[in-house]
């Protein structure tokens, strides 16, 4: 296939005076294999879209634009335009957007391109911003079936981590509020050109229809949760304490209320008492 091949890459970027950005985190997939079989995985059929984040020179997209009905690609880097313009040539439902995905309302851009389509979303992420676009993505509660990205493959390993477990971080709880999350295949540093200096992981996280539990405030969990692993190497009950402003002796009350030791550390909390840690914090808090 010509978009790994990597001499027709080094043609094909020489000709548009292309160099790399390791700050945009580009370093571009050369293996054959990975491409079709992240796209299967993806799920997305005939009948479906596809929003795809950093496109590169487009040698998923083109993976993509074969199974489904639709591809929309989000490229911040405006040298890329016109080398997409060349490689997506030949397929006329692969669309280009020049943007920053952290900037672009993927809501109203499902709206406006995808109407009643199933859509998922595919991507080999930035490493310099891979957690915020995961959160980006999850936050907006967007319409989507499920995101499938390649990740760095210590991300891939926290992400995906069961909550409750020594791997588990607060990127790890929030994510299984809104998705469950698995890991599917690695992909090797030399996968890649230039080589990173790490591998990489492809993961799937397949959103909820419903939150795994039931919380009174949202946005009051998510700062339970990310107080709560604030400080790794203590108890959870510091971390809270600290960075909610609620009393020491209020948070062991809490623990105790909902049958957990005042000495848990937060990577040994499950879902279920994380969520009912926060009720009874905000219960506590609101006096
Ligand atoms: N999909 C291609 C591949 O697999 O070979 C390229 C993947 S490369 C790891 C990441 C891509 O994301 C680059 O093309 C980069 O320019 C783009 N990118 C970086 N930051 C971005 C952002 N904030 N919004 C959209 N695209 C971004």
Do not use: W
């Not at 005939?46 to 487009?58: A, F, H, Q, S, T």
């Not at 936050?139 to 989507?144: K, Q």
């Not at 493959?153 to 790890?172: D, F, M, Q, W, Y």
């Not at 190497?233 to 049958?259: E, P, V």
């Amino acid at each position: 296939m010509e978009l790994t091949d990597i001499n027709y890459i080094k043609r094909l970027l020489g000709r548009h005076g292309f160099t790399f950005s390791k700050a945009l985190g580009q370093n571009f997939l050369i293996d054959p294999t990975v491409c079709p079989r992240m796209a299967e995985m993806c799920g997305a059929g005939p009948d479906d879209g596809v929003i795809e984040i950093g496109p590169g020179i487009g040698v998923l997209t083109v993976e993509l634009a074969k199974r489904a009905k639709k591809t929309v690609s989000v490229e911040l880097d405006t040298r890329l335009i016109p080398v997409l313009a060349e490689t997506l040539t030949d397929y006329r439902n692969a669309q280009v957007i020049n943007a920053d995905v952290m900037k672009t309302d993927l809501g109203r851009l499902i709206d406006e391109q995808f109407g009643g389509m199933r859509v998922f979303v595919c991507a080999n992420l930035p490493y310099y911003i891979t957690s915020p676009i995961i959160m980006y993505l999850l936050e907006s509660r967007l319409p989507v079936e499920s995101i499938t990205v390649m990740v760095q493959k210590e991300a891939a390993e926290r992400l995906c981590a069961p909550v409750g477990t020594r791997s588990a971080g607060a990127i790890t709880a929030a994510v299984n509020y809104y998705a469950s999350a698995e890991r599917l295949f690695e992909v090797g540093r030399s996968s890649f050109l230039p080589s990173p200096n790490v591998d990489s992981e492809v993961i799937k996280l397949t959103v909820r229809k419903t939150p795994p539990v039931s919380v009174d405030d949202e946005k009051f969990f998510f700062s339970v949760i990310s107080a709560s692993f604030s400080q790794r190497r203590k108890t959870a009950a510091n971390g809270l304490s600290s960075m909610l402003g609620i009393s020491k002796d209020k948070i062991n009350t809490a623990l105790a209320d909902i049958g957990v030791s005042p000495t848990v550390r937060a990577e040994a909390l499950s879902m279920e008492q994380l969520a009912a840690l926060s009720n009874k914090l905000r219960e506590i808090k609101n006096g």
